[in-house]
């Protein structure tokens, strides 16, 4: 096994991991139970407490590198010094903050950790309790600062100040903006939306009372069900979007929940509950889920689930996911619809678990088809995950049907959760049954390509080396979703899947303790030279290629760029006589 020396502590290399399943990637060992705690005194340890909020699961971002929080234990670490959050490569992550350190620039230490999220950038944003009150903190190893902490004047509010966070996950973009809930004192003293980055004013985005942009009269009042700890979301262009209650004129119980979607001081109403749908001429909605179900992708589209009013509207068809921008919104997907593969003609989505959206023009959606004795379908293989564009959806599994990649008969159950990385890739998990299966190996792992294939990367069950000539087998993983709301990899959210295809998760060992590890997805596939569709790359291929030399195609493209040119030719000279997958 190789070790790596690093410093402040050990770290182990590529482990000869023993999988359940022939084939998978071998998993990385980031630090294990028993191991030297980088940046401590020899002798302080990882600690084999688990239980949150001793360990949480931990993250990634998008460049594939890892943050945890970890409970140490040994010389000089008791209960209010020994959570640690760390960052960084997987195989040298660097103390980031810790409970009883120093609150940068607030001259007050640390007393409690909350959830943290990581962004792309290498900052980690974490709301922490200090002595003096609560703070917003920023920033990599040797760089985390503060954003605002209790106390601090709110520009443009007089007499007015940030009081406290107030739940809810904080988000963080990739250009180190946070975007979090609180509260205000002093001459306002309400709830509301803040953003801001170190170094910079901290933004208002609302307070309860606030004047809602656009509608006379009407204020903005509580989160979506009066909830202090609704979810809001960011992209990397600073644009922010969540659900708000209303109050004020002509504001009655049918009208009063709204989203909102925009930058700081430019926000815009995307959708109201009973106003007209755009794309479905005669019908409304009635009703708004919190963003806990929503999401927003890099070019400002959001993606909200909402129940919707209309002719022929019941409750076997009111649920539907909608995506766009302020006045463009289309329905992406409803109950009553048919279900897009893999079940039998006349199948139709009985509930909608989850959509995930982004950019990349891919959606991922966990649907539920409606029980149907006549059709095979009942409640214990009715779920199901989808995976492409619209108008061309694949089924990656469906519970109680084969697992794929596995052996034959090795079944999978629902879809647990469901991320996506900003190439449209999606990570997921789910349990299995089977001949061998045990409730030590049962929880099985995949990345999914845009068009629905669908590799395993990881299974419960199989054996890591944790120290030289010391191995442990790992019965039970955790991730990210067991606390937070899921991420499409450009909506700030904490996640635990990269855009190099790497997977962060916390295991735990048969033998006891656990291990932060994270996995390696193989690349995806590159384009294939196959042009004539002949099932091996040969001349009648390099004829065609050569036909369309200097257009744009579209077969002999090989690598969709848009001219056909000598990337083309290399690319089907390097795959000459092999039969693409």
Not at 109 to 116: C, G
Not at 368 to 396: E, K, Q, R, S
Not at 500 to 520: K, M, N, P, Q
Not at 569 to 575: K, M, P, V
Request: proline content about 8%; aromatic content about 8%.
């Amino acid at each position: 096994m190789l070790r790596q020396q690093c410093a402040g502590g050990v770290f182990f290399g590529l482990i000869a991991a023993l999988q359940a399943a022939a084939g998978m990637p071998e998993p990385f060992v980031v630090i294990a139970t028993g191991d030297q705690a980088p940046g401590f005194n020899p002798g302080v340890t990882m600690s084999a407490a688990i239980n949150p909020p001793l360990i949480e699961p931990p993250r990634m971002n998008g460049a594939g590198q890892v943050s945890f929080l970890i409970h140490v234990t040994g010389p000089g670490i008791g209960s209010s010094n020994d959570l640690v959050i760390y960052a960084g490569p997987p195989e040298s992550p660097m103390v980031v903050t810790r409970e009883g350190s120093a609150a940068p620039g607030i001259g007050a230490s640390i007393t409690s950790l909350r959830e943290h999220v990581f962004g792309d950038n290498g900052a980690v944003g974490v709301p922490v309790l200090t002595a003096a009150g609560f703070a917003i903190l920023v920033g990599p190893p040797g760089g985390l600062d503060a954003v605002t902490w209790a106390g601090q004047p709110l520009p443009g509010l007089v007499g007015t100040n940030w009081q406290s966070f107030t739940g809810g996950a904080m988000v963080l973009n990739g250009q180190g903006i946070a975007a979090f809930n609180g509260t205000s004192s002093g001459g306002i003293a309400e709830p509301g939306v803040f953003a801001g980055a170190v170094g910079a004013d901290l933004a208002t985005i609302l307070l309860r009372g606030f004047d809602a942009p656009g509608l006379p009269g009407v204020e903005f009042k509580d989160f979506i069900g009066n909830s202090t700890n609704a979810p809001l979301v960011i992209n990397d262009s600073g644009t922010v979007f969540f659900t708000r209650d209303l109050q004020g004129a002509g504001v009655n119980s049918i009208n009063d929940q709204s989203l909102w979607i925009g930058p700081p001081g430019g926000l815009e109403l995307l959708a109201r509950e009973g106003d007209a749908i755009d794309d479905i001429p005669g019908y409304q909605y009635i009703e708004l889920e919190d963003t806990l179900f929503s999401s927003i992708d890099a070019d400002g589209n959001a993606l909200f689930n909402a129940k919707m009013w209309g002719p022929g509207v019941s409750t076997a068809n009111d649920v539907a996911y909608f995506r766009g921008t302020p006045g463009n919104i289309s329905l992406v997907v409803r109950e009553g619809q048919g279900m897009p593969d893999g079940f039998p003609g006349g199948a139709v989505i009985g509930g909608i678990n989850s959509v995930q959206a982004n950019s990349s023009g891919v959606h991922a959606m966990h649907l539920l088809a409606a029980t149907n004795a006549g059709l095979g379908i009942n409640i214990g293989n009715n779920d199901a995950l989808f995976v492409g564009t619209p108008g061309d959806y694949h089924m990656v599994f469906r519970e109680g049907f084969q697992a794929p990649g596995m052996a034959a008969g090795i079944n999978t159950g629902r879809p647990e959760s469901v991320f996506m990385n900003s190439d449209g890739r999606v990570f997921t998990w789910a349990y299995i049954g089977g001949p061998g299966v045990t409730a030590s190996n049962n929880q099985l792992f995949y990345v999914i390509e845009p068009d629905g294939s669908a590799t395993p990367v990881f299974r419960t069950g199989g054996q890591v080396e944790v120290a030289r000539g010391e191995t442990r087998t790992i019965n039970m993983a955790r991730i990210l979703s067991n606390a937070l709301p899921l991420s499409n990899g450009e909506d700030g959210r904490a996640t635990c899947f990269s855009d190099t295809g790497r997977i962060a998760l916390h295991v735990l060992f048969a033998e006891g303790g656990s291990a932060i590890i994270t996995v390696d997805a193989p690349p995806p596939p590159g384009p294939c030279a196959d042009i004539d569709g002949g099932g091996t790359v040969d001349f009648p291929d390099l004829n065609e290629l050569l036909d369309q030399w200097g257009t744009a195609g579209p077969e002999g493209d090989v690598d969709n760029s848009g001219a056909v040119d000598f990337v083309d030719l290399n690319i089907l000279l390097d795959q000459w006589g092999t039969t693409c997958p």
